[in-house]
């Protein structure tokens, strides 16, 4: 059982875990930390200033930056004002960029500063963008972050929000079209959290010593949900602005990680680096992985240099993440479950389907679909794609090829996406 009782949004997580852990350490970035406690009243002056800038409940707001703790203030601090963060891929070209910020029709921008050049180049672009904010200055003419934050009330805004109501909008990466703006809940992120929790596998259970590295992009629900993951589970998380092999060993010497999410091709980078065989990884119980297969020579490497127990993950943005995991007990060598993406997750319902929606036998190969909790409400304004991939009984279709065995294991044809 959680040691926290179940809160009703995730505004209420971040006001619990203030009052249950105080002083110690929510975030760690560059540096600076933060605490539960001090989160809860920098997120309280966010979401005032969102209201006193005249943003809207259910409006959307805009983050062009790479990773921070600032980031998550205003995460959070959004969501307190029941208002949607849409973090931008910051790897996308300046008329990407404008296209999902005019998409979502963000009256405020906040922009890190290694973009302030880009959004000068675009600011033609996004007309509905009313307010530009940077995080670290940098732009005199653009408001200040701590200043705009600071100069607002710690008082909790007390905004009412359904469970139901949309916690963040994550862009797709468009590679079929135009990027969608996959909306999910505060329902879906509970639903994650909380679905099976008597039945949770050791690799899945968190304790307030853990402490995870948040080093995978925001935008991507491996970055937001597994910042917000640690800070459900009363966790420190140690924020990377960006993916960096060589920090990332000194991440593991300074701080302690015990559990953190990569993809393979990172993974690839930290093992090879000349010191990696002498670090001490001594704390780090995990290591979850997923986004692409894995080399199975990469898998070995990994395993003998890390010695954690390695756990591979497959979900998409629009499950809010992972729905599929092959557990540490599965990784062995030679073992054919090793090319498998796992089984369901507690509360994950899975079935393959023929072109016309039928359910297929153990082995036949057709489109992977799924139905839970944590399936997203929707695509931002677009009803026919919404249509197209979540049907009216609740099936998820992930566009993904794959089949199942006999004991439920999930081999995907395409990739392994979280």
């Known amino acids: 059982m959680s040691a926290f009782p179940e809160p009703a949004n995730l505004a209420d997580v971040v006001r619990a875990r203030a009052k249950a852990l105080g002083d110690a350490i929510l975030y760690e ?65 300046g008329p990407e960029v ?12 906040f922009v890190g500063p290694e973009f302030i050049t880009q959004v000068h180049n675009i600011r033609s672009q996004i007309p509905s963008v009313r307010t530009i904010i940077t995080t ?110 060589t920090r990332v060993l000194d991440f593991f ?32 119980k995990y290591m979850l992985y997923g986004a692409s297969p894995i080399p199975a020579a990469l898998l070995k490497e990994c395993i003998e240099v890390f010695k954690c127990g390695f756990v591979q993950m497959y979900g998409m943005t629009e499950t809010t993440g992972t729905i599929v995991a092959l557990a540490p007990e599965d990784h062995i060598e030679g073992s054919d479950r090793m090319r498998s993406a796992g089984k369901a997750l507690p509360g994950i319902e899975l079935a393959i389907l023929d072109g016309n929606g039928n359910r297929l036998a153990p082995y036949e190969v057709g489109e992977i679909a799924t139905r839970s909790g944590s399936n997203m409400a929707g695509y931002w304004n677009l009803p026919e794609a919404t249509a197209k991939t979540l049907g009216p009984d609740g099936w998820l279709r992930t566009g993904d090829a794959g089949y199942m065995d006999k004991d439920g294991y999930l081999y995907s044809m395409t990739a392994s996406r979280t």
């Open 98 to 109: 404008a296209f999902i910020v005019e998409d979502c029709k963000a009256p405020v921008l």
């Open 253 to 284: 010497e300074q701080s302690g990680i015990t559990k953190l999410f990569m993809v393979p091709a990172a993974m690839q980078f930290v093992v090879r680096q000349p010191r990696a065989r002498s670090v001490d990884f001594s704390r780090l």
């Open 136 to 245: 670290e200055g940098g732009a005199p003419e653009w408001q200040d972050f701590t200043a705009w934050r600071d100069a607002q009330s710690a008082d909790d805004p007390k905004v009412e929000i359904s469970p139901q109501d949309i916690a963040i909008q994550l862009y797709t990466s468009g590679t079929t079209g135009k990027p969608k703006g996959a909306m999910l809940s505060h329902a879906n992120f509970l639903n994650l959290v909380n679905t099976g929790t008597d039945a949770k596998p050791d690799w899945n259970k968190w304790t307030t010593d853990d402490v995870s590295l948040v080093a995978m992009p925001i935008f991507h629900i491996g970055g937001s949900g597994w910042g917000v993951m640690g800070l459900y589970h009363g966790a420190k998380g140690v924020i990377a602005r960006e993916f960096d092999p």
């Open 29 to 93: 970035f560059e540096g600076r930390q933060t605490s539960f406690a001090e989160f809860d009243r920098r997120t309280n002056r966010v979401a005032n200033a969102l209201q006193a800038q005249g943003v809207r409940p259910r409006e959307r707001i805009a983050y062009l930056g790479k990773n921070s703790d600032i980031y998550f203030e205003l995460l959070m601090g959004a969501m307190k004002a029941n208002v949607v963060m849409a973090p931008v891929n910051w790897r996308l070209a």
